[in-house]
């Protein structure tokens, strides 16, 4: 198992919440997911390492930026 956090910029609120775990919750091999408006913490679970340019793009798709923290 494999557990790697993005800091995300922008986020405000729940629908921000939702709108980061619909695009990344997407990407292949992703088995779970915790993301906070409030401290802009997007933590993903995987059973392997996930490129993190699929991270950035899906959190881009989803409106926001984001970067590995």
């Known amino acids: 198992m494999t557990t790697t956090t ?8 729940a629908h921000c919440e939702r709108a980061v775990t619909e695009e990344v919750t ?3 091999g ?3 997911i915790e ?3 409030a401290t802009g913490v997007l933590t993903i679970e995987s059973a392997s390492a996930v490129d993190d ?8 798709e989803a409106g926001y ?3 590995r923290a």
Not at 53 to 60: D, G, N
């Open 35 to 37: 993301v906070s408006a």
């Open 65 to 67: 930026s984001a970067v």
């Open 26 to 28: 997407a990407i292949a």
């Open 30 to 32: 992703v088995t779970g």
């Open 6 to 13: 993005f800091q995300v910029d922008g986020m405000t609120c």
């Open 53 to 60: 340019a699929l991270v950035l793009a899906a959190v881009e």
